[in-house]
């Protein structure tokens, strides 16, 4: 009896937290999910610009 009163109180003290951890999660527009896009494709081509640089750089000073 006292096993199976400690299982239920652990499985709805585990329960009660999940839902805290789901439920805060913060809910984005469609508008902020493509801006956030378009910051990740923006800053993905700033840092390929900067290692061409660099490879150019290296290739340069080779000669």
């Known amino acids: 009896m006292k096993k199976s009163f400690v299982f239920t109180l652990l499985l709805l ?4 937290t999940l839902s ?3 439920s805060c999660r913060e809910e984005k ?4 999910k493509i801006e956030e896009g378009i910051e990740d494709v923006g800053d993905g081509i700033e840092e390929g610009v900067e290692e ?9 000073d080779e000669n």
């Open 20 to 22: 805290t951890f789901t």
């Open 52 to 60: 061409i640089e660099d490879e150019i750089d290296d290739n340069t």
């Open 13 to 16: 003290f585990f329960t009660i």
């Open 29 to 32: 527009t469609a508008g902020e």
